[in-house]
């Protein structure tokens, strides 16, 4: 599938916080890529301080790269954050090992990324969890050496994006979610017009019958029910369902 426009997506200004929390293991995998890519304890620490004092504006995520203010003392600076992208191949093999079993897809709506879909996704080529050197960085403030204080709050930020939504992962390298979602349902329509879908059941209401839903869609409905939901509540509204 061709890809489509490339898109950036707006994730908004971060709360404060005091710390990240707990963190899912493949968070901390993108921490320790952070910490490698930093050249000094002390611009760690300072990016540290700077992203849990609430100083990154919202970030902008396109296929391969991040954009995002920050704000320290008087000043704001612009730091962009590039990530190597998959190429064609690697994109296509990451779809087929999505929809190669049944859950996987509503497993990363919901917010889960299964280690073993990371490690059959790095056979087809598509490496999803990055290294420190993977991870290049410029910004606009006069510091010699990259990547600076700023562009490490960026980075722990993004992070922290990662922990809740490891869709971002596959967004930096190169598969946004709604190309992820289209390529599935095109994949999905072309097996089912050559007629190659395998029925696992006889029992009426099985997925993969005819007639019947299949998994992306009821998957991809419910997120974006519990999106309008949240959003309904944001707004101080109460959803007329839940």
């Known amino acids: 599938m061709a890809p489509g426009p490339e898109v950036r ?18 968070a901390k995998a993108w921490a320790r890529a ?21 100083m990154v504006g919202a970030i902008g995520i396109g296929p391969g790269s991040a954009l ?10 612009t730091v962009t954050v590039e990530v190597p992208r998959c190429d064609d191949d690697a994109l296509d093999g990451l779809v087929e090992v999505v929809a190669a079993v049944s859950g ?14 990371v490690e059959e996704a790095e056979e087809v080529g598509a490496e999803l969890l990055p290294y420190g050197g993977e991870l290049a960085t410029t910004c606009t403030c006069p510091h010699t050496l990259d990547p600076c204080a700023h562009a490490l709050a960026v ?14 992962l596959l967004a930096l390298r190169g598969l946004p979610r709604d190309e992820l979602v289209a390529r599935l349902h095109a ?25 019947q839903p299949d998994e992306l869609d009821v998957a991809v409905d419910a997120a974006l029910r519990a999106a309008r939901v949240l959003a309904a509540l944001d707004r101080g509204e109460v959803p007329e369902r839940w």
């Open 9 to 26: 997506v707006t994730h908004p200004r971060l709360a404060p916080r005091r710390s990240s929390g707990p963190r899912p293991w493949w």
């Open 34 to 54: 952070v910490e490698e890519a930093a050249f000094a304890e002390r611009d760690l620490r300072d990016g540290s301080r700077l992203a849990r004092a609430g």
């Open 68 to 77: 995002a203010a920050v704000r320290d003392d008087d000043d704001a600076w």
């Open 104 to 117: 996987r897809i509503a497993a990363l709506l919901a917010g889960d990324l299964p280690h073993q879909l």
């Open 155 to 168: 980075l722990v930020q993004l992070g922290w994006l990662v922990a809740e939504d490891p869709l971002v």
């Open 187 to 211: 994949r999905g329509a072309a097996v089912r017009a050559q007629g190659l879908v395998a029925l696992t059941s006889d029992q009426p209401g099985q997925p993969g019958q005819p007639g």
